[in-house]
């Protein structure tokens, strides 16, 4: 998933007064911290702070020239006409201290300072909210960073060539703005103006996350209606997920055919079926519903976010408290477009030179720091923002996925059973040729908890899947996981291919939970599967093959059985595992199968490139590792395992060591099958750092490439742009909030909010 600099931040404030979090009293709970009010409504509307811009010009265009820009005369001449003054309530005070003000609280043990900074955060939103709006009206175009939008929308912004930039389509005016705030006042001319400034996506997103804060409100007050279940326990064992799993992009709304949200309150006069995607609790009826919906009304009455006028509250869209959640909403999202808008300037100012000298600096410093003994450890630190450039020279270090087929119980008895001491040539080969062990290992599909555990990530498999050797009939109900990340959003997860089904068959039962059964696997079928896996992930144009291990001849080990049938793996003794002059032994009997992936295109500088087909085989088989692999240690790694060179030791057994260190020379791609007292290892080798043609990991950093995703100079640059972005946008929005704060600007009742400042 693309990486995003600004993450959409919802800030429902006045939603959590329905959420209980006063316990279902009224806002005169404060009462009992010694605040006596003898008209509570009258209390909370009183407007503790009011915010105008347009008070103070010669600040306003300060403030602009900070930005090197220019505030226009004729933007400047109607600032009565395109500000109004926001006012701030008591209530919104008291609402945004409910919801984030107990982290100042616990910062400085003091509910004055708490409230003081609660009120800051409040005034810096109309600060830059109405910056944001004289701004772009003073531009005459919106252009944002691509990105620091997560909502883009069909025809929402068109790029601009050459840079990093988006201009929001349709006109951007003055007389286009005053226009559509016309004949409005309140909440309703805000909800115009800021709509004004974003796209028919962004409004849209904005409804329905107001819509899901509502439907959560009701959920809250429907879950004491709906009679509780018996609770059941499950000794299904929990099973690791891969990161990002079922988590949908920020921006993410569903929409209908037409383009419209597909989604709706539901409040029991109506169906939740008419509702969208919107999913109602287990056990839901119209009745619990109904009954909910109505506490939640009485709590919006009762904390005075509707008037006593509004009598009809069948359509909550309809309603004041509505508007002024949605008013919120807008006004958030305009603010986090005009932080998008700074990220582009920000990355305006990074030149090609700057950010190759910047390489060229990261390089030099591994460069001179590198050792081998150490650069495993360099090498766990491998993420999309901490790179590795510079390997040591004359040696060979790589990552590998372990997928590990286990012993079960009686099997690790009678592995215990052996006579031989165990690593001994005799004790491998008493180990290899025993019919109970390493040949009846059965391996199976390990995702039970992704039905049965604490969430239910499974959904009926449809479309374009994989299809097991055991689930291919056409009747067959096949399982996949995870349909946000692979079907409501379409982007997947990193490094996870996600059309492998459970292998096996899944039944669902009356209590909501699945009976299963399994289809187990020796190795040969195992092997099999991932080979044919692979091959269907990469559409066949790449095709991974191996051979079985033959014996030796001249003292050197084979792998040129094109079957099972024809390996000496399980008639070995212990003459095939000679120990060299220093006493060590050759582990090549060890080694089961070979396998090799053709077609790979796999660059250094391309491979995260999700077109290529490196990429898709990596995302095979670490989706095939979280299926069968009991080594849980390997699940959620970057790229799998560091492996040393083969001139280095490591702390893995002599077994995989060997085998590991091996595949790594023989390059990405290469797959061996090892035999450990683990079990059996599926080892896949998924990056390669080769240090033997000099230690130079890419081919430097390419500003032309730094907009395509996968690529090392893209996430290169993706780091570099965060870091400046951040500082970037810190430093003007202080500067912009620092200039506007002033006396002129901002009006500050405090006389009306010192009670709270006096609690404690």
């Not at 009939?473 to 291919?497: H, M, P, Q, W």
């Not at 003292?555 to 390996?567: H, R, T």
Request: aromatic content about 14%; hydrophobic content about 30%; overall charge negative.
């Amino acid at each position: 998933m693309k990486k995003k600099l600004i993450r959409i931040v919802c800030l429902m404030m006045t939603a959590m007064f329905a959420l209980g979090l006063f316990s279902g009293c009224s806002l005169g709970i404060f009462s009992d911290m010694g605040i006596l009010v003898t008209d509570n409504q009258r209390d909370m509307q009183q407007v503790v702070a009011e915010v105008n811009l347009g008070n103070d010009k010669e600040s306003l265009k300060e403030t602009f020239s900070l930005l090197s820009e220019e505030l226009d005369s004729s933007v400047s001449d109607k600032l009565d006409q395109v500000l109004t003054t926001d006012e701030i309530y008591k209530r919104d005070l008291v609402a945004y201290f409910m919801s984030y003000g107990y982290n100042y609280y616990s910062q400085s043990n003091s509910y004055s300072e708490a409230f003081e900074q609660v009120m800051q955060d409040l005034v810096d939103r109309k600060i830059l909210s109405q910056f944001a709006t004289v701004y772009y009206l003073n531009a005459g175009e919106v252009v944002v960073d691509r990105d620091s939008v997560s909502i883009k929308g069909d025809d929402g912004y068109t790029e601009i060539s050459g840079t990093d930039g988006l201009k929001m389509n349709g006109e951007v005016s003055l007389d286009g703005y005053l226009k559509a705030i016309e004949g409005k006042t309140g909440d309703e001319a805000a909800v115009a103006g800021y709509s004004y400034l974003l796209t028919d996506a962004e409004i849209k997103y904005a409804t329905y996350v107001v819509m899901v804060s509502v439907n959560s409100a009701i959920d809250s007050y429907e879950e004491d209606y709906i009679k509780a279940e018996d609770e059941t326990t499950s000794d299904t064992e929990a099973r690791t997920t891969p990161t990002g799993a079922n988590t949908l992009p920020d921006g993410y709304y569903p929409v209908k055919e037409d383009g419209s949200i597909d989604y709706d309150i539901y409040t029991g006069s109506n169906s939740a079926s008419e509702c969208g995607e919107y999913e109602k609790k287990e056990g839901s009826t119209s009745y619990t519903r109904s009954r909910a919906y109505a506490q939640f009304i009485h709590a919006l009455r009762e904390n005075y976010l509707i008037g006593e006028d509004e009598k009809n509250v069948t359509d909550i869209t309809a309603l004041s408290y509505f508007d002024t959640e949605l008013k919120s909403q807008l006004e958030q999202m305009l603010i986090n477009k005009f932080y998008a808008t700074l990220a582009y300037k920000a990355a305006e100012t990074m030149s090609p030179a700057t950010l190759e000298e910047s390489y060229q600096t990261l390089f030099n410093s591994q460069q001179a720091s590198t050792e081998s003994s150490s650069f495993t450890t360099t090498m766990d630190s491998l993420s999309d923002t901490s790179f590795v450039v510079y390997a040591p020279e004359n040696r060979t270090f790589g990552f590998v996925y372990n997928i590990l087929l286990p012993f079960n119980t009686n099997q690790s008895k009678l592995l215990d059973s052996i006579r031989y001491t165990e690593g001994t040539k005799e004790y491998y080969a008493a180990r290899n040729t025993n019919a109970g062990l390493l040949a009846a290992i059965e391996a199976k599909d390990q995702r039970a908890s992704w039905f049965n555990g604490s969430e239910d990530y499974s959904f009926e498999a449809t479309g374009d899947y994989y299809k097991n050797a055991y689930n291919s009939a056409e009747s067959k109900t096949n399982y996949l996981f995870f349909e946000d990340s692979y079907v409501k959003n379409g982007e997947g997860i990193d490094r996870y291919a996600g059309k492998y089904p459970f292998n096996g068959t899944a039944e669902k039962k009356e209590d909501g939970g699945y009976k299963l059964t399994y289809n187990l696997l020796n190795i040969d079928s195992f092997i099999d599967e991932m080979e044919s896996y692979i091959g269907y992930v990469t559409k066949d144009s790449s095709v991974a093959s191996g051979k079985y291990y033959s014996g030796t001849v001249g003292n050197l080990a084979q792998w040129n059985a094109a079957d099972k049938e024809d390996s000496t793996f399980y008639s070995v003794t212990a003459d095939y595992f000679p120990k060299n002059a220093n006493g060590v032994i050759d582990q090549s009997a060890n080694i089961y199968y070979k396998g090799g992936v053709s077609n790979l295109g796999f660059t250094t500088d391309s491979a995260l490139d999700k077109t290529t087909n490196s990429y898709k085989v990596i995302s095979a088989v670490n989706e095939l590792m979280f299926a069968y692999s009991t080594d849980t240690g390997c699940l959620n790694s970057y790229l799998g395992y560091s492996i040393a060179a083969k001139e280095e030791a490591t702390s893995y057994v002599a077994e995989f060591e060997f085998a590991a260190q091996q595949a790594i020379n023989d390059g990405v791609g290469t797959y061996y099958v090892v035999a450990t007292d683990f079990g059996w290892h599926i080892i896949y080798v998924s990056f390669v750092y080769d240090g033997q043609n000099g230690g130079e990991v890419y081919s430097g950093f390419d500003y032309d490439q730094r907009n395509t995703e996968g690529t090392f100079s893209y996430y290169f640059y993706q780091s570099k742009k965060s870091s400046t972005v951040s500082e970037y946008k810190e430093n003007k929005d202080t500067m912009i909030r620092y200039n506007a704060n002033n006396d002129t600007v901002v009006t500050l009742h405090k006389d009306r909010y010192e009670d709270l400042l006096n609690i404690g």
